[in-house]
C-alpha cells in the first residue's frame, strides 16, 4: 500500500504562484513514477505532469509548460507542483497520483486539493 497525503493550494489571483505538495508513505520503494492531474468542474480529470524515477525528466501537458514545474525530494518522499502565473482557466481539484504498476497506470491517488484562480 501506498499513502499519499496532498497539501497547498487555496485561492489567489491572476499571475500569482502556488506550490502544492504530497507526500508519499507506505511502500513508497514500489513507486515508479508520479504524477499530477486535475479535474476543473463539469470536465473530465486531465494530466498535467508526470515523472518517472528511473528518468528524472518531467513530462508537462503543453497547456502548463513553461508555467508549472514538478520536483522530487528523494529524502522526503514527496513530490511538488510549483505553479507560477496562475490563470483562471487552471481554476480545478490537484491530485497527485503514483504508479506502482511500472507504467501500466497510476493505482494510488492523493486525496486531492481546490486551487481557484480569479481573474
Known amino acids: 500500500q501506498v499513502q499519499l497525503v496532498q497539501s497547498g493550494g487555496g485561492l489567489v489571483q491572476a499571475g500569482d504562484s502556488l506550490r502544492l505538495s504530497c507526500a508519499t508513505s507506505?511502500?513508497?520503494?514500489?513507486?515508479?513514477?508520479m504524477g499530477w492531474f486535475r479535474q476543473a468542474p463539469g470536465k473530465e480529470r486531465e494530466f498535467v505532469v508526470s515523472?518517472?524515477?528511473?528518468?528524472?525528466?518531467?513530462y508537462y501537458a503543453d497547456s502548463v509548460k513553461g508555467r508549472f514545474t514538478m520536483s522530487r525530494d528523494s529524502a522526503q518522499n514527496t513530490v511538488y507542483l510549483q505553479m507560477n502565473n496562475l490563470q483562471p482557466e487552471d481554476t480545478a481539484v490537484y491530485y497527485c497520483?503514483?504508479?506502482?504498476?511500472?507504467?501500466?497506470?497510476?493505482?494510488?491517488w492523493g486525496q486531492g486539493t481546490q486551487v481557484t484562480v480569479s481573474s
Open positions: 507506505g511502500r513508497a520503494s514500489r513507486v515508479y513514477r
Open positions: 515523472i518517472s524515477w528511473s528518468s528524472s525528466t518531467p
Open positions: 497520483a503514483a504508479d506502482t504498476n511500472l507504467g501500466a497506470g497510476y493505482n494510488y
